[in-house]
């Protein structure tokens, strides 16, 4: 901020009498020039004293709302439970206390059941508050009832016995272990290349066994959360034995449970928290009761074997690329919808995309489809399969390589 300057001195004209009539002329309009001259400073200076005294005001505005802000008290959050002629019934989080309470004409508008407000001292409803702004809500992938069965699952037939009984045996027959005197394994971890079907296991066992299926991904926890991760973990535990029976997703474990490198940048100790909570969390899992925890990575060699300890996951399930006969079963599922032609064979089909996983099957079902509809058709025939692997194949032949510009 520029501080004004002294003012310039007065210019002043001393005309000799004694001198001629051009020397007078020659002065006064030397005199003129200085005039001029002062009058572009002193101008000069009144911007910077404008500019500065606009700094000052703006400085004044933010420190009488700095101070009002300091000077308002803190509002309460709650639920607003009922809407009623007398008032608005709200629910105030952490002691969970009912009020009856006034809003303002404007906000009872807008105002829904189930929203969250703010209350102040009074409990009056003061503001409607954001749901996004639950940073809970943002990190976790939250299904009452997700609508995955086992056989919208081709493929893995040995690995749906595999997490059935160790993940749905205990949550539905929890007796049968105790009486046995074993423990259930805590978790379960699923490994292998993407797009394999690891998601639709975990939603699977979720749907059977009438399960909220809450689901974390560890990659989100340490890129958007940064500072947050343990708190998070902690919060997905606790909102699981809310919701029990619950089963617990936590995808790509490998961000948060990667083997500990020498680096000892601030990063990694926010990553070591992430997993000292998630290792403590299910170390103290037997209190649980009914919550099971899945997760999923597709760089298994990656983890650290902390993770792997008995109690912790114990059981390790391998999700591979599925073979001819799975390539068959995905194909048939993922086209059971649609119109197909007589010549679709799936069979040839499943021998031309040995590699593929189950999610590029699935998108080259649907490109299939795509075909038929540039094609204004309503049956999808063999040669729009053909197109969608040549498409699918040329996409991956540029993938990763620049874009050509004609
Ligand atoms: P990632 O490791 O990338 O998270 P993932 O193994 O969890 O992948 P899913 O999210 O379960 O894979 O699968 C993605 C989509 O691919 C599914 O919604 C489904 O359409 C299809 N898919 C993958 N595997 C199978 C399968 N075995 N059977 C049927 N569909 C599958």
């Known amino acids: ?53 606009t700094d000052l005001t703006e400085q004044v505005d933010r420190l009488e709302r700095e101070n009002d802000t300091l000077k308002s008290s803190s509002l309460y959050v709650a639920t607003a439970e009922e809407i009623t002629d007398d008032g608005i019934v709200v629910k105030q989080h952490g002691n969970n206390q009912e009020v009856l309470t006034e809003v303002s004409p404007t906000l009872r508008e807008d105002l829904e059941s189930g929203d969250r407000v703010a209350i102040n001292d009074s409990f009056a409803i003061q503001t409607i508050l954001d749901p996004e702004t639950d940073a809970r809500a943002q990190a976790m992938e939250i299904d009452a009832s997700p609508d995955v069965d086992y056989d919208d699952i081709g493929g893995l037939e040995d690995q749906i016995l595999e997490v059935r009984e ?28 993407p797009g394999t079907g690891k998601t639709m296991l975990a939603k699977a066992v979720a749907n ?40 617990i997703f936590i995808d790509e474990i490998d961000a948060i449970a990667a083997k500990r490198t020498d680096s000892k940048t601030s990063g990694d100790a926010e990553v070591q928290r992430t997993m000292m909570q ?18 999923a990575t597709n760089r298994f060699d990656m983890l650290d074997r902390a993770i792997l300890r008995p109690g912790r996951f114990d059981r390790l399930i391998e999700v591979p690329n599925p073979d001819w006969d799975g390539r068959e079963r995905i194909l048939e599922i993922h086209t059971e919808e649609m119109d197909l032609a007589d010549d679709v064979d799936m069979a040839t089909l499943a021998t031309e995309t040995e590699g593929f996983s189950g999610a590029e099957l699935a998108s080259l079902a649907t490109e299939a489809g795509m075909f038929a509809i540039r094609d204004q058709r309503t049956t999808v025939e063999m040669a729009d399969f053909e197109s969608a692997l040549q498409k699918v194949s040329e996409d991956e032949d540029t993938a990763g390589q620049p874009i050509a510009f004609a």
């Open 166 to 193: 160790a993940v749905e045996e205990p949550l539905v027959n929890a007796q049968q272990f105790e009486d046995v005197g074993i423990e259930p394994p805590s978790g379960v971890l699923l490994h292998g290349p």
């Open 208 to 247: 059977q066994t009438d399960a909220t299926f809450i689901k974390m991904a560890g990659s989100e926890l340490v890129r958007k959360f940064i500072g947050e991760g343990a708190r998070l973990v902690r919060d997905l535990f606790e909102l699981a034995s809310e919701r029990e029976p619950a089963v």
């Open 278 to 295: 998630l290792l403590s969390e299910m170390d103290g899992f037997e209190e649980r009761g009914e919550i099971r925890i899945i997760a």
């Open 1 to 53: 901020m520029s501080r004004s300057s002294s003012l310039p001195e007065r210019p002043r004209l001393d005309l000799d009498p004694e001198m001629s009539q051009d020397e007078q002329l020659e002065a006064l309009q030397e005199h003129y020039r200085e005039l001029v001259r002062v009058q572009n400073k002193l101008e000069e200076q009144l911007g910077s004293a404008e500019e500065r005294r």
